[in-house]
């Protein structure tokens, strides 16, 4: 995550009457719920937008199939579960450190989980 994404998305909230940084925790709770469930819902149209989605479909093998089109629409719907995920980290006050932290903290750990039969992730 970076910076300039937290720092213009918090702008916006404020912007749209949301105050991130004077809210209450409950405030905050039933802030990220919703926010959670626009995520949902833009992923969601993403994977609508996505060129192949559906296998069994016949549409992309026409003429008039436009994947170029296709694959500019599935980008800008996983830009908004962007705008929305951005905003549960801003309300979970978690900075561009604390992200880069945390995730690499994470990817290691499914590394190892990929390389240690006792950490359950390893693959046949």
């Known amino acids: 995550m970076n910076q300039f994404i937290l720092d213009s998305q918090k702008e916006f909230q404020k912007r749209m009457g949301h105050d991130l940084d004077n809210m209450t925790l409950q405030e905050k709770a039933t802030y990220i719920k919703?926010?959670?469930l626009w995520?949902?819902?833009e992923l969601s149209e993403a994977l609508?937008?996505?060129p192949y989605a559906k296998e069994w479909s016949s549409k992309y093998e026409k003429e008039d199939y436009d994947l170029e089109k296709?694959?500019?629409l599935f980008k800008e719907e996983v830009i908004d579960a962007l705008h929305f995920f951005t905003n549960i980290l801003i309300a979970a006050q978690m900075t561009e450190e604390e992200i880069l932290k945390l995730y690499k903290e994470k990817n290691r750990l499914n590394y190892r989980r990929q390389e240690d039969?006792?950490?359950g992730y390893v693959r046949g």
Do not use: A, G
Request: proline share 7%; net charge negative; aromatic share 0%.
């Open 117 to 119: 039969p006792k950490l």
């Open 70 to 72: 296709q694959q500019q």
């Open 34 to 36: 919703t926010m959670m």
């Open 39 to 41: 995520t949902i819902d």
């Open 48 to 50: 609508h937008e996505l």
